[in-house]
């Protein structure tokens, strides 16, 4: 397994290459890149831009493990007005195109977005509708749309069985799942989630999760990789009879006040140790 | 070569789907009845096995015929079954273990699958004697792992016949190694899966067959649908008759 990390763990008042030479040199073998995030990856950024940044992630020895977007909860597919559903759909498709020019296959999207507006019924139908429409750009360009299970944060496919089945209404090969195993709080355990959707996992987040706590305010319920309360060796257990073989995308949300790059550094070493098993 | 394993053999000589289909036709599910204390791996066992005879344990003989006909239906070829499964097992009686011992002497393969995690303490005494008088295996009281309060992974790591990892089943029953009958010396006891450093599932020649102890139940698992543990059970009938080469020998 090969482990990346966002390029939105890069502090914000360095630049981009800076970036990339602390995350070769923290041990990773590539970036996920986060379309709408930062201002080198804009829905502005021009093909010819896009490859000057594979160029740029290349010559720091590094590959892209995948395109995420931050774009989703602002204009996300499952939207009542046709105009946002519109621009999702759009930023979407240029994650696909993104992804084909930096050499990757897979892109990460937030599939469907309820709120006290948007009832879940709403929120399903249209998801769906978008995802059959999306897997048609995506199957020619061979590049696979992983959903993310944000659960708790998008109050959406919440269980397994929910996104699975999600999935088999898609029915599509070039639509599965982007796994986060940090995502999943109380509301289940991400063991099951990773032996239910086996082959249908695209890629893997990882990052650890405080259980039964619970967000409030501005306290994150995330942490590092080991301090929380997920099943780490399970979770291990469970990669190995799915067969998963991928990339493992470290999803930081926890920033050091001081030292920053040093948050590169443990996580890097933290999926070593995942990675070996040595618990 | 016995007679069995020849006409196994000449039998099962046609294509591998063909041989396939032979195999399953030629598997037994043993109901204990009451004393089938998780109903739902009998069913998980029975979805599995589809050609498999199903048979109260009481109408089990010494020559249990399966669903398989050698020659012609019509002329009543019945074949001898080759895969005894005894799933979600409470309580067994001395003249069950008997017959399923000869069963097994007679060339076959028997899954004994232990339900004693969810049965009370006089099922898994008798259970615990039947399989220390018949089989030369020890069996330890049933335990449920998350209890320890450790955090475990939650799989069985199955070594054979396939390679592969099933969810555990809450209750295991652990198998000890020093099982010994007083009168005569035994085959090794053969670990073919373990959780959290237990043995839970074993393997010995019993006479001319070989017995499976399975702790941790895997029936639920199958009716769950759960991808490694059909692999797990077909492997194990792809092997066909008992004899040297399929235990590996």
Redesign the interface.
Known sequence: MKKSIGDNIIPKDWTLERGLELIKRSGYDGVELWLGDRPWFQMNTSDTQVRELRRKVEDAGLAVSDVANSLDWDENISARDPRIRERAMRHVERQIESAQLLGTDAILLVAGLVTEEIPYNEVYGRSIEALRTLAEKAGPARVKIGCENCNSEHRFLISPREFWQLLNEVNNPWVGIHLDVGNIHDTGFP?QWI?MH?RRITRVHLKDVLRHRGRSGDQSVYTNIFLGDN?W??I???L??AGYDGWLIAEMEARYRYAPDQQLWDTATAIDRFTAAKF | MTRRIFLGAAACAGSAPARMRELELRCALVDLGSDCVLRESLEGFAGAMPGAIKIPAEQLTDWQECQFYAVDRELGHRQECLFYVVPGAGAINDDLGLRLARLVDREGWLVFESGAGFADETAFRTQREMLASYFGLAIERPMNLRESGE?????VDYAWPAA??I?DFSRVVPVGLAARPAEAPVPPLEVIGAIAGRRVAVRRRVGRGVLIFLGSPIGPALGAG???AHRWLKSLMALGPVDSTSFGE
């Open positions: 063991e032996e086996g099943n060796p399970a291990r257990a469970a190995d009879k | 955090s475990i992974v939650p799989y592969v990892k969810r759960d991808r490694d």
